[in-house]
């Protein structure tokens, strides 16, 4: 059963940064050869110690580490597990003007077993730097199998997606404990497929591949809980939902009316970081199915874009949300990560910033300093 927590707080950020110049090459150093494991984690721990000062400084009370040790949001599972691969995703992300991105995505390859630190180690360093509360992200299990449908684990031994996400979560509990016997107690899992499986036409083009929407989003739900339900009662568990961030495109549009109920209801989570920096996600009449011992964590800011939002505007949207939910349930952030992979979206650190300041700033306004 879901605790009341004071976490979230009033003014968040979902997780990932604009990789600095610095890092990006020496992530193509590193790939390339030409400099070593120990000089690429040196890179690393400086611009992630930088990061923090910069997070710190704006006021923010939690931080992360920018997810400057990961290529991807996902992609450090992969590294980190054995059974997991990649391969070509069977969707594709567009932007307005219906250009496309193809992009890889996890697979399984044969039995999962945990081969080295996912992100203890990350932790581990994040928190001998931070001087607020370390926060850390991880994709939910339902981006390990559903980009690639039955594909995921068609020759890896597994008899059914049960049976793998079984040994997936299994995975996910151990480095949850893990995590939190370091002093862990804040994460946040990344979910995109619950929100694909609200759109009628990607729920028609997965049943064109032969899934079943209603049974997939059932099933990414028993998954999610199982992955924290071991979880003690003092750690806080959000899930952050979005519409997919890929150099400034998305994978899915439409509002949270069709899964708002399941998931909202039966997601055993302390709080929901919601995306709602566009019309693409809709009103947020949804909001009336989240339970009131649970918080929500209101998108407004668009990671995707330079524009800097004006806090009057989000000030109104803030007090729309509200019609819904106590204010005193709510909080504000970007939508989604600056760069939920190396590439980044398309603004700059300066967009960053002045984005992180106006949320810290308009959250004082309206709630008082946390």
């Not at 690429?40 to 939690?62: H, M, N, W």
């Not at 480095?175 to 499986?197: F, K, S």
Request: aromatic content about 8%.
């Amino acid at each position: 059963m879901t605790v009341a927590h004071a976490l979230p707080f009033r003014a968040e950020h979902v997780g990932s940064l604009l990789r600095p110049s610095e890092l990006t090459q020496a992530f193509r150093a590193f790939n390339a050869g030409t400099i070593s494991a120990d000089a690429f984690r040196a890179v690393q721990d400086k611009v992630i110690g930088d990061a923090v000062t910069t997070q710190e400084s704006l006021g923010l009370k939690l931080v992360t580490d920018g997810e400057f040790r990961r290529a991807s949001y996902w992609g450090h599972w992969v590294d980190a597990v054995e059974g997991l691969g990649v391969a070509p995703a069977l969707f594709a992300f567009h932007d307005e003007s219906g250009v496309e991105q193809e992009f890889i995505a996890a697979t399984c390859t044969g039995k999962l077993k945990k081969s080295a630190s996912i992100s203890t180690d990350e932790f581990a360093f994040l928190q001998s730097v931070a001087s607020v509360t370390p926060k850390i992200t991880m994709p939910s299990p339902s981006t390990l199998h559903f980009w690639r449908l039955n594909e995921t684990i068609a020759g890896s031994g597994y008899p059914s997606e049960q049976h793998y996400l079984a040994d997936l979560t299994a995975i996910y509990r151990q480095e949850i404990a893990d995590l939190y016997d370091l002093g862990c107690r804040y994460i946040q899992l990344d979910e995109v497929p619950l929100i694909m499986l609200a759109n009628p036409a990607i729920r028609k083009r997965v049943v064109s591949l032969g899934g079943d929407p209603e049974r997939l989003t059932a099933l990414y739900i028993e998954a999610l809980n199982a992955a924290v339900q071991d979880r003690p009662t003092d750690m806080t568990a959000a899930l952050h939902i979005c519409r997919g961030n890929f150099k400034g495109k998305w994978l899915t549009e439409g509002g949270y009316d069709d899964i708002a109920e399941s998931v909202f209801g039966q997601a055993e989570v302390d709080a929901f970081f919601l995306e709602f920096d566009t019309d693409r996600a809709g009103s947020f009449e949804p909001l009336r199915h989240v339970p009131l011992n649970k918080k929500v964590v209101l998108g407004l800011v668009s990671s995707k874009t330079p524009h800097v939002e004006d806090p009057k505007q989000l000030k109104v949207r803030i007090l729309e949300a509200a019609e819904y939910l106590p204010l005193e349930s709510l909080s504000i952030s970007p939508q989604c990560g600056f760069a939920s992979t190396v590439a980044g979206n398309p603004i700059t650190e300066r967009n960053q910033i002045d984005k992180l300041s106006a949320l810290v700033g308009l959250a004082e306004e309206i709630w008082g300093k946390d």
